[in-house]
């Protein structure tokens, strides 16, 4: 009987330091970021914290997927613009190899493209890089737990908002676009006559067609609206 109880008492104590392991577990982290600079600075960060593990980094689109493989993280901590592709292609691969690792963005991009870009890429959050570093950890540590910073209203507002931008699109010409797309980069209407082969009058009367359809009547304007409908990077 004693044998027995010794015996019951060991494989309690077992399991309960299997829980204690688990519980103390470290999120592994991999953080996908072109700038060393700022990826050194985000794994000093992120270190220094007792629940969190840095395993890697990568530069690329291609790196993340291979370093995803190898390293099998619990989040991958990626920025929206890479050398290679986006943020988005990045998560889709990875995903693909891993589904079982979360992804967060964080980046300088604010654009509602891409965060639905996110979205569709299996994303658990989106953070601006100008957030608090604690901001961050927190993130980490909700995406790692199960949970997510995207509530159903920001995915409804996202998608309505993807869908009058689509509305927009479609209803512009070709030529429309065009003049867009530079107005956006900053040419003048008689730079864009010349490089389009076009006359001064046709452009002004495109400029007034995009001012009806899309509310763009300034330089700035149209950069905004050209980011938003994904003319321009």
Sequence with gaps: MVRGDQRARERNHSRVLGAVSSVTEPIRVLIVEDHQVVADGLAALLNDQPDISVVGSAASVADSITRTQELKPDIVLVDFRLTDGTGADAGAGIRQVRPDTKLIFL????SDGARFA????GASAFIHKSRAAAEVVEAIRTVASGGSLFTPRTIATLLNRRRAMDTQLESLT???KEVLRLMAEGTSSREIAAKLSISYTTVRTHIRSLGSKLGVHSKLEA???????ALIE
């Design 118 to 121: 996110a979205i569709e890429a």
């Design 107 to 110: 980046t300088r991009e604010d």
């Design 223 to 229: 950069i905004v609206k050209a980011r938003e409908l």
């Design 174 to 176: 070709h030529r429309e």
